[in-house]
T-cell receptor
Framework: AQKVTQAQTEISVVEKEDVTLDCVYE???????LFWYKQPPSGELVFLIR??????QNEISGRYSWNFQKSTSSFNFTITASQVVDSAVYFC???????????FGTGTRLKVLA | KAGVTQTPRYLIKTRGQQVTLSCSPI?????VSWYQQTPGQGLQFLFE???????NKGNFPGRFSGRQFSNSRSEMNVSTLELGDSALYLC??????????????FGPGTRLTVL
């Protein structure tokens, strides 16, 4: 089965707090891709990061960092020193090699309070 | 570089009617995918087109169809609309290559309301 689970439905934090969004995936394939997208209130999904299954290196981009662990089938996303502009719904997605069919998680709504 | 554009942005239809949504991908992108987003079902894959051919299809009834033109623009059609078809329809584009995978970029969506 192919599945993406984002167990956190909604998270509220106060500005400047760090927050981690969890993503757990299921797949039988050895080659696959993982993504994080941000959906602000405007509705447009904004691409944040792509990771392939052979690259377990963690990545940092400004205040954003991602932790990919194949051993636990997780691809977690951390925002450091959160800001009000980070308020959005965040989606984790999975795609298999050879297909552009994304399987999305249910999303985590992040509210950053001033 | 212009992003993915979708028209119209909002649409109100009544049950039984049909609707056509349009998507223009990023210049140079040959793959266009369509997704349906609802509060209950989340984001679900409808289909993907590459070079005018449907390459993948999701689990939607035959009332949902699409096509892609030679300029990579795509249309999605829903016939005999039902109340449950009310949703945000998102289009995404990418270069679409298989050997060298690349991510999809999404448009702002078309919000369809069926009355």
């Amino acid at each position: 089965a192919q599945k993406v689970t984002q167990a956190q439905t909604e998270i509220s934090v106060v500005e400047k707090e760090d927050v981690t969004l969890d993503c757990v995936y299921e797949t039988r394939d050895t080659t696959y891709y993982l993504f994080w997208y941000k959906q602000p209130p405007s509705g447009e999904l904004v691409f944040l990061i792509r990771r392939n299954s052979f690259d377990e290196q963690n990545e940092i981009s400004g205040r954003y960092s991602w932790n990919f662990q194949k051993s636990t089938s997780s691809f977690n996303f951390t925002i450091t020193a959160s800001q009000v502009v980070d308020s959005a719904v965040y989606f984790c997605a999975l795609a298999h090699s050879g297909t552009y069919k994304y399987i999305f998680g249910t999303g985590t709504r992040l509210k950053v309070l001033a | 570089k212009a992003g993915v554009t979708q028209t119209p942005r909002y649409l109100i239809k009544t049950r039984g009617q049909q609707v056509t949504l349009s998507c223009s991908p990023i210049s140079g992108h040959r793959s266009v995918s369509w997704y349906q987003q609802t509060p209950g079902q989340g984001l679900q894959f409808l289909f993907e087109y590459f070079s005018e051919t449907q390459r993948n299809k999701g689990n939607f009834p035959g009332r949902f169809s699409g096509r892609q033109f030679s300029n990579s623009r795509s249309e999605m059609n829903v016939s005999t609309l039902e109340l449950g078809d009310s949703a945000l329809y998102l289009c995404a584009s990418s270069f679409g290559t298989i050997l060298k995978y690349n991510e999809q970029f999404f448009g702002p969506g078309t919000r369809l309301t069926v009355l």
